[in-house]
């Protein structure tokens, strides 16, 4: 049984005359009653009862044309969805990033992709930048938001934005009313940083960043999680060296100042897929980040608000 037999069926079962269904199908009266008795065939049923002068559906034939109906409706609607895959209109993107860049630079992204691509599934994951470039090489994710371009043969990348380095302080610090910070003077403070397991081009960033400075810390507490460098702040446990975006999504209690001197480092963000991706999604979603996210450069330190402090 051929796709075609089902077409050649349809035809005759809405004109119920062999003559003008072949018409309709630019084909000869013979070969069409060929076919049909194929199908016929082929099924072990008649599907129409034939007379000289009339031509009608049996019970099963009536039964069987709703049935293709359905099946190249089904396959009209497949092509369809198919085509809209292949131009980037349909679908399912995967992503992952962390949750500084998820909550500060993906509400206004999504949405605005969502807008512009309804009919494309996104789904969301926070992974820690070391996971996230072995969730990329192993193809459990396809499109990830890292610190730097990772060194991964299977990898590419591409730039979108970059940050500068801010110090942020607990609300009652001494330099709470500095407008920026000299680190050398705050040598012998404790250091709450990013672990290198979990991000590693951050701490390599901060220790660069320390020995430029002058700054040595009195003790360095490594943590994983941006939430718990917030916390650790915030309680006045240390002070902590962070990319400036995160100020976005910081709680109370913590105030963030510019360096002084300023320093030309950056922490940089990239899109990165895996080379045998295909999928024009991930350009769509790319193309919409680039023209959504707010550049480093045009965002002020901020304070988060100060928690009063009673003595």
């Known amino acids: 049984m051929e796709l075609r037999h089902l077409r050649y069926f349809l035809a005759v079962a809405e004109q119920l005359h062999f003559r003008r269904a072949a018409k309709s199908l630019e084909t000869s009266q013979p070969s069409l009653s060929l076919q049909i008795r194929t199908l016929e065939a082929d099924l072990g049923v008649r599907l129409f009862e034939r007379t000289k002068r009339s031509v009608r559906l049996t019970a099963a034939g009536k039964l069987y044309e709703a049935e293709v109906r359905r099946i190249l409706a089904d396959l009209e609607a497949a092509n369809q969805r198919a085509l809209e895959a292949a131009r980037g209109t349909r679908g399912e993107l995967t992503l992952a990033t962390s949750i500084a860049t998820l909550m500060s630079y993906f509400p206004r992204i999504v949405r605005r992709f969502r807008a ?7 789904r969301m994951h926070m992974i820690h930048a070391v996971e996230l470039v072995d969730a990329l090489v192993a193809r459990r994710v396809q499109l990830g938001f890292v610190q730097v371009p990772p060194n991964a043969e299977r990898l590419l990348s591409e730039p979108l934005w970059e ?4 110090v942020a302080l607990p609300a ?11 680190l050398r003077a705050l040598s012998g403070e ?10 590693a081009s951050i701490a390599a960033e901060v220790d660069a960043l320390c020995t430029e400075q002058h700054f040595v810390p009195g003790a360095v507490e490594e943590v994983a999680e941006t939430t718990t460098v917030f916390g650790l702040v915030a309680c006045g446990n240390g002070i902590a060296i962070m990319p400036a ?19 030309a480092r ?15 999604l991930i350009a769509a979603f790319i193309t919409i980040a680039r023209e959504t996210g707010l550049p480093s450069s045009e965002q002020p330190v901020q ?7 009673t003595h």
């Open 116 to 122: 512009t691509y309804p009919d494309v599934t996104l």
């Open 163 to 166: 940050h500068r380095f801010v």
């Open 172 to 182: 009652d610090h001494p330099a709470a009313g500095h407008k920026a910070v000299n």
């Open 190 to 199: 404790r250091l709450i940083a990013y672990a290198r397991t979990s991000s």
């Open 245 to 263: 975006h995160v100020q976005s999504v910081a709680p109370p209690g913590i105030l963030f100042k510019p360096l002084d001197p300023p320093s």
């Open 266 to 280: 950056r922490m940089h963000i990239s899109a990165c897929w895996h080379r045998a991706e295909d999928s024009p």
């Open 303 to 309: 304070e988060t608000g100060e928690i009063p402090v």
